[in-house]
């Protein structure tokens, strides 16, 4: 789950400069210890979950022999020469996930996903006959990974796993053990695409049996491949096993990429800590989040999104590679197999998140635009990375979203417009658009603040490939602020932008260090100062909630202001004290700049600590719609999965999530995601010709005839029409909620009754 191995501690420090000659090779078991330490946090944390621990040694199977062995081999054969043995396995599970979503779709469309576990000899079996490829089974050469790094990467995998338990992993369990269970809402809905990829390709709608899915399904599909390769049931994998895997990966892949992309070992350790670590500057009552957030609650809300960094991050280095490699950097170039990487990521990330490619091909075209502002030419190559790009959007709007908008529309500020109190003064208005703007800056962008730092070092004048970075950093806000989703969705643009604006941000942080000339113990001053400025942040927001409203107003954005306006202030009493301070410490003297950016890139650090706290008040999403799932309900589901087949389709008399004033919340998903198979009508609100509808969640069902055949099976059976359902729309099964609606008695002579609770009833159509 996480792959860190350490070597010369006296290897390259924040600069990236060689240290001493390396001495003798450390023991195994020490340069191994931060990726043993990683593993076992993750491990400690999901057997206290209640995973079975039979399951966690099949997941490691899986991971180890599915995914990082034909991945790792496919990516040496493509890299030109070595660097870490860490980059390596990091890269090495992303291609693996590549390559066991084609395989996944060849045997799924053939029918044979049951044979699934069979496709990495597609990849094992080439290596091992042909003599070329055979020599990347065993590769030495490896340059040390310094031992801080490697620790530092560890502490931050772990960090992210007791947040994970906290905030997803404790409060959810596998399966609902009581009929008062909550479970954010969206929850089923992504189960149920998991358990339709177990069986489809490409996906329906599985709420609407035989409605195409035009969405960025692929990581959901990669849930179904693990539980079709591991063994391992697919809640399991869905609520205990996938997302802490995805996130320990994506953690270390930011510290890889970010060391590949800079040449600056620390500066990608620091950039993963940025992400994972450093929350969002907030500073209200961990509940809400102002205009979204970057990894606090979306990482297992939408694990889609982690599973689309994981592709994104390579993805960029191997762009960053083309575009043009950092000055100075020492790490090996990939070569020609960048674009081949390339190609392999942009591919994946085309359905991984719809938010991904647009964000990229913004990037490669700002790096266009600057090139052509300043150096009055178009460098061919980074055309041709940007006409890859416009490829696989292209091919993402056509093929996967059928030229679906998904709700998006052009809509200028729709974020940040619910914070702006109507009718007051035209100046009184402008005013608190600006204070409104700001908050948004310090709430999701303040981590990137090393990117001011890097543009005043560097006076302006970036590299390509910093240049590539900023361009994703300012294409993600932006686009964000450009349209509007009635689900707030414009702001996975913003997660994608950050993948690119924290390692920006954390090559200004080393590199202003680098200025300030400190020392080892001057390093270590400056890593316990921000430890404990951190530590004190997050004991005074935990002792002193600052509570906002519950519906978006102006003055949710008031406590975020306040603390900033206080954290400035503090900052300026310590400018105005700065001489006196230097003249007591002299060694003070030219570190200011570093110690401010320090202190402004960690003071989000209570982001995490009060999300995670907030979970024993607000548990499941907190102010986000959450669910009752009874367990009574998920029982009979069960049940269904475990007697049917999977071409099955079942009929439900559930429709709704709750009845408003006579309208239905159709956002009811419990059945298709818990029995993992299509259901004729169940609820219609996701279905993408439905998403962005003026009425929401409660337009009426588009297939009335469909839904009256349905709702007659419960209410006014007939041979004839039961006939239909079997026929025509291949139901098998029927499931019955008796709180909801008792059915006709005439149904128990029409199909056969097979299992009952005291709430459920399933019949099977004879």
């Not at 940025?274 to 209200?284: I, K, S």
Request: hydrophobic share 55%; aromatic share 10%.
């Amino acid at each position: 789950m996480t792959a860190l191995a350490t070597g010369d501690p006296s290897g390259p420090g924040p600069s990236g400069a060689a240290g001493p000659a390396a001495p003798a090779a450390r023991p195994a078991v020490l340069r191994y210890a931060p990726a043993v330490a990683g593993y076992a946090v993750i491990v400690a944390v999901l057997l206290g979950t209640g995973t079975p621990a039979v399951d966690l040694a099949r997941w490691t199977g899986y991971l180890l022999l599915a995914v990082l062995l034909p991945g790792t081999l496919v990516f040496r054969a493509l890299r030109r020469r070595p660097h870490t043995l860490v980059e390596d396995l990091a890269f090495g599970a992303a291609v693996g996930l590549v390559l066991e979503l084609a395989g996944w779709a060849v045997f799924t469309a053939a029918g044979v996903p049951h044979l699934l576990w069979l496709w990495p000899l597609a990849v094992l079996a080439p290596f091992a006959a042909v003599p070329r490829l055979r020599r990347h089974w065993r590769v030495s050469g490896y340059a040390p990974v310094p031992t801080g790094w490697a620790w530092a990467l560890a502490g931050v995998v772990a960090g992210f796993t007791l947040y994970l338990y906290e905030s997803f992993l404790r409060v959810n369990p596998v399966l609902p053990t009581d009929e008062g269970q909550a479970q954010y809402i969206d929850l089923a809905f992504q189960l149920s695409l998991a358990g339709a990829a177990t069986h489809q390709a490409p996906l329906d709608v599985p709420q609407v049996a035989g409605e195409p899915l035009h969405y960025h399904w692929f990581g959901f599909a990669h849930f179904a491949a693990a539980s079709l390769v591991s063994g391992v049931d697919l809640p399991t994998v869905f609520f205990r096993l996938g997302v802490p895997t995805l996130c320990a990966l994506a953690a270390v892949l930011v510290a890889v990429v970010g060391w590949r992309v800079t040449g600056r070992p620390y500066a990608g350790v620091v950039a993963a800590a940025l992400m994972f670590t450093v929350g969002e500057f907030g500073y209200e009552n961990g509940v809400r989040q102002l205009f979204g957030t970057q990894a606090t609650f979306i990482v297992w809300g939408s694990p889609s999104m982690t599973y689309s960094w994981v592709l994104l991050l390579p993805l960029i280095a191997a762009l960053g590679e083309l575009v043009g490699r950092a000055r100075g950097s020492a790490v090996p170039a990939l070569g020609r197999g960048a674009w081949v990487l390339a190609a392999l990521f942009l591919a994946a990330s085309t359905g991984a998140k719809a938010s991904s490619v647009p964000v990229v091909l913004a990037a490669l075209a700002f790096v266009a635009a600057v090139s052509l502002a300043f150096r009055r030419k178009l460098s061919r190559v980074v055309l041709a990375a940007a006409g890859l790009a416009l490829a696989a959007q292209l091919f993402a709007t056509a093929v996967l979203f059928a030229f679906e908008s998904h709700g998006v529309s052009v809509d200028p500020f729709s974020g940040l417009r619910p914070y702006v109190l109507p009718g007051r003064p035209a100046g009184t208005t402008a005013l608190q658009w600006v204070l409104v703007f700001v908050a948004f800056l310090l709430n999701l962008q303040l981590r990137l603040a090393g990117v001011a730092a890097l543009l005043r070092l560097r006076r302006w004048r970036l590299e390509p490939v910093q240049v590539f970075l900023l361009g994703g950093a300012l294409a993600g806000p932006a686009i964000y602020l450009l349209v509007g989703h009635p689900g707030s969705s414009n702001q996975y643009f913003t997660r994608a932008g950050f993948a690119f604006g924290v390692i920006l941000s954390a090559w200004g942080w080393v590199e202003l260090l680098d200025s300030a000339a400190l020392g080892a113990r001057g390093r270590a001053l400056l890593g316990a100062g921000a430890a404990g400025f951190a530590v004190l942040l997050t004991a005074v927001q935990l002792r002193f909630p600052a509570a906002s409203p519950a519906t978006p107003s102006y003055a949710s954005v008031l406590p975020l202001l306040t603390w900033a306006v206080a954290l400035l202030g503090v900052a300026l009493l310590v400018q105005l004290c700065w001489p006196a301070l230097v003249g007591r410490w002299p060694g003070l003297a030219g570190r200011g700049p570093a110690m401010l950016l320090t202190a402004a890139l960690v003071a989000g650090a209570p982001g995490l600590v009060l999300d995670a706290a907030a979970a024993n008040r607000f548990p499941n999403g907190g102010a986000y719609p959450a669910e009752r799932m009874p367990a009574s309900r998920v029982a009979a589901a069960r049940w269904v999965h475990e007697h049917s087949d999977p071409g099955d389709v079942v009929a439900t008399n559930v429709h709704c999530r709750a009845v408003v004033s006579g309208w239905c919340d159709a956002r009811s998903f419990w059945l298709s995601g818990y029995t993992e198979r299509s259901v004729l009508v169940e609820g219609w609100a996701f279905a993408p010709r439905m998403v962005g509808l003026p009425d929401g969640p409660y337009a009426p069902f588009w297939d009335q005839e469909r839904l009256r055949a349905n709702d007659a099976a419960f209410t006014a059976p007939t041979v004839a029409g039961l006939a239909e359902l079997r026929d025509s729309y291949d139901v098998r099964w029927l499931v019955v909620d008796r709180q909801v609606a008792p059915e006709s008695p005439t149904l128990a002579t029409l199909a056969d009754l097979r299992y009952t609770n005291a709430r459920m009833a399933v019949y099977h159509l004879r």
